[in-house]
């Protein structure tokens, strides 16, 4: 892929009504994407599904939810669960005795983390038992589904699932000096990615964020003939991130956060939709402006993308309800803070020399670099330290709004999609924002 494809027109919600069903591919968890296209599908009055990842007893065997669990996860959701542990990636997976890839990292210190060596053999065999773990319980999660989706009723299938990072106590502490640190603290990126550690969080970002989608397109198969032969349609979409146009200046360009490791299995999963649709199966990847999240917040400065679409806002016409949500994020600085200020150190930012050659589409993703890391995350605090409570930033507000909009375009795009893969630019999420809130 050589350019991104933008959306480039807001779609309605044409398909979808009252009986359909919607089954959300991943467990719902505090803030993030997927409320807003839930939000989407309740207000068209679909029927929600979901499914649960699990959880681990006290010996970290995987189980189904207790009755307590799956009240409290059905009510969250606001529909029906289908209580099958589908906890993705292999990192916890092992042959009965052996040691799991978490466990094989025990001895893993910030002294030798760089040199130290996995066994490869071992860690296949995890990861095979994890795939076949996996893929047993997606059959089982789909045949319960059949009996859930009315005769002639049309279904939504929305993967959600991302992440990866095997629970080893010392990546915490890489991740802040590869993510966060600067100067005496920098490290860069390609020191994780060259390491075994770093081969083995790629291979289980791969297992999570993008095979997964390949295993749900595979394996819900005679559901989708089930809906199809009794003339129902059937959807897919996943979250991708691959870069986002925003506004640099007084023209939208595409920029993108640095080092995004997730980068190669979010690229893997735009293939898993682009190999459907060429079988005729609408599967589109919506590729996301960046957020603040719960998983997010790790990539210091990722929020520096998302200010722009302030400017945005009043490029595209937002008026009234734009310059309300301008004072919004206004009252959150100190007195001494303005918001111009803000996107002008955004923009130099953006636009300056040091960030310009990680804005390169078809070399994404990049390592990082340690002057970009100093700006990048120099620029970040600087932002933060504007506010009044470090702990109620712009970014935060900005970001419901994204994922509110997002999940609208996403949901009237699925209808009739345009293709495989989308990016969901500023440019559209601004006009979004105000076609609902205008």
């Known amino acids: 892929m050589t350019q991104s494809t933008p959306l480039t027109s807001l779609a309605q919600n044409t398909l979808y ?17 997927a409320t807003g296209l839930i939000d989407a599908a309740k207000a068209a009055g679909m029927t929600v599904v979901g499914i649960t990842v699990g959880r681990r007893d006290e010996n970290n065997a995987l189980r189904a939810l207790t009755e307590e669990e799956l009240a409290a996860a059905e009510a969250n959701l606001g529909g029906k669960i289908i209580n099958v542990p589908l906890m993705a990636g292999f990192d916890m997976d092992a042959p009965e005795g052996g040691k799991t890839p978490t466990d094989m990292l025990g001895d893993m210190t910030m002294d030798n983390w760089q040199e130290f060596k996995l066994d490869w053999d071992k860690v296949d065999q995890c990861r095979e038992i994890g795939t076949a773990r996996f893929k047993a319980g997606v059959a089982e999660a789909m045949e319960q589904l059949k009996g859930m989706i009315p005769a002639g009723r ?17 990546f915490l502490a890489i991740a802040n000096r590869i993510y966060k640190g600067r100067g005496a603290r920098y490290m860069p990126s390609e020191a994780l990615t060259n ?19 390949g295993y749900l397109l595979e394996q819900s198969q005679e559901v989708r003939e089930q809906v199809e032969a009794a003339g129902g349609e059937v959807r897919y979409t996943a979250y991708g991130y691959h870069g986002t146009r925003v506004l640099i200046g007084d023209e939208y360009g595409w920029q993108t956060y640095t080092s995004y490791t997730q980068g190669y299995a979010k690229m893997r999963l735009e293939d898993f939709a682009k190999a459907a649709w060429d079988k005729g199966v609408k599967a589109t990847v919506f590729n996301c402006p960046e957020i603040r999240t719960n998983s997010s917040d790790v990539f210091a400065g990722i929020e520096l993308s998302l200010l722009p679409l302030l400017s945005a806002l009043r490029k595209e016409g937002g008026g009234d309800w734009a310059e309300a949500l301008w004072q919004q994020c206004q009252d959150l600085l100190k007195d001494d803070a303005s918001l111009e200020a803000i996107l002008e150190q955004v923009g130099a930012y953006q636009s300056g020399s040091v960030m310009q050659p990680y804005y390169n589409f078809a070399e994404w993703p990049m390592e990082n670099g340690a002057e970009q890391v100093d700006l990048t995350v120099g620029t970040s605090q600087e932002i933060v330290q504007m506010h009044k409570d470090r702990k109620v930033l712009v970014s935060d507000l900005l970001s419901q709004h994204v994922v509110n909009s997002t999940g609208q375009m996403m949901f009237g795009e699925a209808s009739a999609p345009s293709g495989p893969v989308l990016w969901l630019d500023h440019d559209m999420v601004a006009r979004q924002l105000i076609a609902a809130n205008g």
Do not use: C, W
Request: negative net charge; proline residues 2%.
């Open 17 to 33: 009504g009252e009986g359909d069903v919607f089954i959300l591919f991943g467990e719902l968890f505090g803030r993030g994407y």
């Open 154 to 170: 049309n279904a939504f299938f929305a993967h959600t699932m991302a992440g990866g990072i095997p629970r080893a106590k010392v």
């Open 195 to 213: 390491s075994d550690l770093g081969k083995l969080i790629l291979q289980n970002f791969d297992a999570v964020s993008a095979n997964t989608f």
